[in-house]
């Protein structure tokens, strides 16, 4: 139960997960029932609205299974949409009913209420989730003084963007990145009431205010589209309260079309399959929108909040069965504990992947998945019990008395959980005071590119500058024009250079790449001595033309090439298609090709993978070593970011390069 103005609420006080007023906003105790389509006056200004734990259910459910893994649910970051249209419906519900009842709106007690709903069970997930992760994984930990800087002014959206945070990469996880949402959400509180005051004086029909809600909407979905300019800006328009508060105020329109009583009704009374359909077409999208398409910016999550919407009056109208199926116990105790269940899932998804390193997919995998699965409920379980329940029952300054009250009685259990949350709150501000500065994965790339900076230094070999001519190595679906020896272990496409000339050495090989490159670089070096490196941080293949020219004009290019970007993005940049085809022009016909492939748990790391091997085949001088493949059964050879290669990684990196150079040769 929650105090919303001194009477019983159920079920929270916002529509983020868990924390709407959901239920008995005004209520006075009796069991409510669900108001028919000829009901829904009565209920517009008093009763519970019940269905809305149900896609609370929904949202959060959405959201875990994405973060689990993408692959299953593309989309299933929608839910979040879901979760701003209930919230901007509800709040909206909640601030007209007590301005009903009482004749104004106590701004305070608003915001009082919101905080007894929010922060217990923040500041609770916030300290568990350092200390855990201070003993697993300092890793982890990089970049956390910043997000609890932002979960504590709520601003963690605009935070990240500021630190240039791509939500989407996923190269390094933050361990309170789900926070952003929250931030939104939190920001719309305290915005919200003052706005609404401004708005119910300026217009004086529903359908009036309606209309300016769905425009500030339609305003806020065309900004997202005018600023989205490809995946660099995708961040910035998703976590940009501006870009981003469409689903709010989506809500917000449908609470004021709702309150009308002349349209919300009688249309849903008419197709009552209408809200089923938009939830099936919500699903329809978790399953196939992809993060990383241009028209889930410019279209998309509009959609979502349109549907979702749809399905928020379905329940406020009351469509029998619908309402039953979104009331069935399971799935209103998952609604219920849906707030904690999206604060906790993600660093319990993190913690147990550092305890629990196996490849995706592997039997070892899916036990530490449901491990965290199972502990993101029990956690969240006890959460709404002993955490969130009595602070928005009672307040803080109750609970604080009570608590108070048992230690003074000494007796044993009350000073076992008094020193326990003690213990909690020092350890958090311990794991705080000693965050790294940089993460395992950073400090190997600045040790990579050292060794490069070194080997520079060294005398440059000055054979094989100008390419003796090769012959082309044989290709699937080209003729062979050449007798070429086996492809090397790991890799596709083109295997060798003719059988005749010389074995390969590493005066003969110059390499390009990103910050895998960079990281791998020290073992590299020692194990194909004399072989040129060129890799920095953050290249993506719209980068590598310029690299490459600029080596070509100083007479740097060799007889092999090794071309490794893709880490930053794959393909998805515009323009990236082209820059391999450019590369390969300044390379040239008579150079043979190595490209390596990318490893990550970004969405994108699949489909990059296939479309490097898809180009390649129109090149016969090329090949691509498959450093995914070789990697993925061996998570210990990567960081934490499961991205780099580690000290375990990098000597695997270059036997993957040694050996594919030993199959090939030149004249």
């Known amino acids: 139960m929650a105090d919303v103005d001194g009477r019983s609420a159920r079920a929270g006080m916002a529509g983020y997960p868990g924390t709407g007023p959901g239920a008995w906003v005004n209520g006075a105790g009796a069991d409510p029932v669900v108001a028919p389509a000829g009901r829904a006056a009565d209920d517009r200004t008093h009763g519970r609205i019940r269905g809305l734990d149900g896609l609370r259910a929904w949202a959060v459910l959405a959201v875990i299974a994405y973060h689990v893994n993408p692959t299953w649910v593309p989309g299933g970051f929608v839910g979040v949409d879901v979760f701003f249209v209930v919230s901007g419906f509800l709040i909206t519900t909640l601030l007209l009913r007590e301005a009903d009842r009482s004749g104004r709106l106590s701004l305070p007690q ?15 997930v916030v300290a568990v989730s350092l200390i855990a992760a201070r003993l697993v994984s300092a890793d982890l930990l990089v970049g956390t003084r910043r997000q609890v800087l932002g979960a504590a002014t709520f601003l963690t959206n605009w935070v990240e963007v500021a630190a240039g945070t791509d939500y989407f990469a996923q190269r390094q996880p933050q361990l309170f990145q789900p926070f952003w949402s929250l931030a939104i959400e939190e920001q719309f509180y305290l915005v919200w009431p003052v706005a609404l005051v401004v708005l119910l004086v300026a217009l004086r029909s529903w359908r009036a205010r309606a209309l300016a809600a769905l425009g500030l909407a339609l305003t806020s979905a065309v900004w997202m589209t005018v600023l989205y300019g490809g995946p660099d800006a995708a961040t910035r328009v998703y976590y940009g309260t501006d870009t981003h508060a469409a689903g709010l105020l989506i809500g917000v329109a449908g609470a004021f079309a ?9 249309h849903v009374g008419r197709a009552p399959w209408l809200p089923a359909a938009a939830l099936a077409g919500l699903t329809v999208l978790a399953l196939v929108m992809p993060a990383e398409s ?10 979502a909040a349109g549907l979702a919407l749809v399905a928020v009056a379905g329940c406020a109208v009351g469509v029998p069965g619908y309402v039953r199926v979104l009331e069935a116990r399971p799935v209103v105790w998952v609604g219920e504990r849906s707030y904690g269940l999206y604060l906790w899932h993600w660093p319990v998804l993190l ?28 956690l969240a379980a006890a959460s709404y019990r002993w955490v969130e329940t009595p602070v928005r029952r009672r307040g803080f300054r109750a609970v604080a008395r009570d608590a108070a009250a048992s230690l003074r009685s000494g007796a044993r259990p009350p000073r076992l959980a008094g020193g326990a949350v003690a213990a909690v709150a020092v350890g958090a501000v ?34 094989h500058t100008t390419p003796p001519p090769t012959a082309h190595a044989s290709h699937p679906g080209a003729g062979p024009t050449g007798g070429a020896s086996a492809p090397a272990a790991g890799s596709t496409g083109a295997p060798t250079g003719h059988p005749a000339g010389r074995a390969v050495e590493g005066g003969d090989v110059i390499a390009f790449g990103d910050s895998v490159l960079s990281a791998a670089a020290p073992a590299v070096l020692h194990e194909i001595p004399g072989i040129a490196i060129d890799a920095k941080p953050i290249r993506k293949w719209v980068d590598a033309p310029k690299v490459v020219q600029a080596a070509a004009d100083a007479g740097r290019l060799r007889p092999v090439v090794v071309l490794a970007f893709g880490t930053n993005g794959g393909f998805q940049f515009a323009g990236s298609q082209d820059a391999l085809a450019q590369v390969m022009s300044i390379i040239g016909p008579d150079r043979q090709v190595v490209f390596v492939n990318v490893v990550g748990i970004s969405y994108w790391v699949g489909s990059a993978n296939h479309e490097l091997v898809k180009l390649s085949a129109g090149y016969p001088n090329s090949r691509v070593l ?39 040769s030149v004249s």
């Open 294 to 303: 241009p028209w889930t910016f410019r279209g998309g999550l509009l959609l």
């Open 430 to 463: 311990v794991a705080l005071a000693t965050v790294p500065g940089t993460s395992s994965a950073e400090e190997a790339i600045a040790a990579g590119e050292r060794a490069i900076e070194q080997a520079g230094q060294q005398p440059a070999p000055t054979t």
């Open 110 to 124: 608003f915001w009082a209420r919101r905080a007894r709903r929010l922060l217990p069970a923040l500041a609770v």
């Open 351 to 378: 913690i147990v992947g550092a305890v629990i390193v196996a490849p995706t997919g592997s039997g070892t995998w899916w036990f530490g998945t449901a491990l965290a699965v199972g502990l993101t409920f029990a």
């Open 258 to 266: 709702w309150r009308s009583g002349r349209h919300t009704a009688r």
């Open 626 to 664: 498959d450093w995914r493949s070789i990697v993925t059964p061996h998570p210990s050879w990567l960081h934490s970011d499961r991205t780099h290669p580690s000290m375990a990684g990098i000597g695997p990196y270059a036997e993957m390069l040694k050996d594919a150079f030993a199959t090939m």
